[in-house]
């Protein structure tokens, strides 16, 4: 059986983005080395270190896809084209955009919470793993004790102000335990199984 997990690249001081959603420096280590890696459904190519290679596609686990609107929103619907082409369960309270989807076939689920957008990606999952993205969704997830592993990029940039990774956790018995630790260019790959108790 798959499991939840969420990932995301983080500042030193617990930022994910900037006040504006930007991310500036923070995708630096996408691009600061020699390994080229193309992501399923993108059509770019990063060039990272060794390191980061290897890291990234041992993780490559995503089999479904849950985000919030705000990312859904801010990367304009990926043009149709969800991150992997994985099936999208999107966690919204208002409808699609009215001109979607851009494509046809586009694997797109709207859905109005993190309860049902999960029961429904565990039901298409067929065993692969689900990937939670936005920091609500990831913080929401904790909340309710339904998040197994937790990933992080941490990069050495201070950003001051911004979007958290770890804001409203408000889950008292949750529990860290490191699973693997590497050690990129500018950026250390972090990844720890969550329990709860």
Known sequence: ????????????????????????????????????????????????????????????????????????????????????????????????????????????????????ALDQARDVAAGRDINVAGPSIAQQCLNLGVLDELRVDLVPILIRDGVRYFDKIENEHTHLELLQLVEGTRVTHLRYRVTYS
């Open 1 to 116: 059986m798959g499991i939840v997990f969420s990932s995301f690249t983080m500042s030193l001081d617990g930022f994910v983005a900037y006040p504006d959603d930007s991310v500036g420096q923070l995708f630096e280590w996408y691009t600061n080395g020699d390994v080229e890696v193309r992501p399923a459904g993108y059509p770019i190519t990063f060039r990272m270190s060794a390191a980061s290679a290897e890291y990234w596609h041992r993780n490559e686990t995503e089999g479904v896809f849950v985000c919030g609107r705000g990312i859904f929103d801010h990367a304009n619907g990926w043009g149709g084209r969800p991150p992997n082409d994985s099936p999208t369960f999107v966690i919204t309270h208002r409808p699609p955009p009215a001109d979607w989807p851009p494509v046809p076939d586009a694997p797109f689920t709207f859905v109005d919470s993190v309860e049902s």
